[in-house]
């Protein structure tokens, strides 16, 4: 099962936009890949994302990003067994923010100025079987046309 909602439907006061994005999924296999695990590796049962973005004027905005997902198995090398074993990665919750400033040049050319925070609260979690990096900032300078 799978929902979501498109920007004109999820339009609501002013330049507030609202994107949800929810998946319930029970991906099993037909047969094993390790062991007697029948449960697909790498996909969560339940994932949901939400994204707010408000647009302040005709130049400015500010995004926020959040993602959660429950548990899920990943297939990992055993090398004192010479074999893949199941492991369980915690289920994640991580949040993103972003802003952004729009500077006209001429009708059809602008530069963006932005800066976006990922894992905006230092959460540790696993992409994968991967540890992924806590709190890190960009920015950056965007030429349109």
């Known amino acids: 099962m ?8 999820s ?7 609202i994107r949800p994005h929810g998946r319930s999924c029970i991906a099993d296999q037909r047969r094993p890949i390790v062991g007697d695990i029948i449960r697909s590796f790498v996909i969560p049962d339940h994932e949901f994302s939400i994204v707010t973005t408000s647009h302040i004027g005709r130049r400015f905005f500010v995004s926020f ?36 400033y ?4 001429a009708e059809h050319r602008s530069l963006r100025f932005y800066g976006k925070v990922e894992n905006l609260f230092d ?23």
Do not use: C, H
């Open 123 to 145: 959460r540790m979690y696993y992409d994968g079987g991967y540890r992924m990096p806590g709190a890190t900032a960009i920015g950056g300078l965007q030429f349109e046309f």
């Open 65 to 100: 990003d959040l993602t959660v997902s429950s548990d899920y198995l990943t297939p990992l090398f055993d090398p004192e067994t010479f074999s893949n074993r199941a492991f369980q990665f915690d289920a994640m919750a991580k949040a993103d923010v972003e802003v952004g």
């Open 2 to 9: 799978q929902f979501s909602l498109n920007k004109e439907e």
């Open 11 to 17: 339009r609501l006061w002013g330049g507030v936009s």
């Open 102 to 105: 729009r500077l006209p040049l």
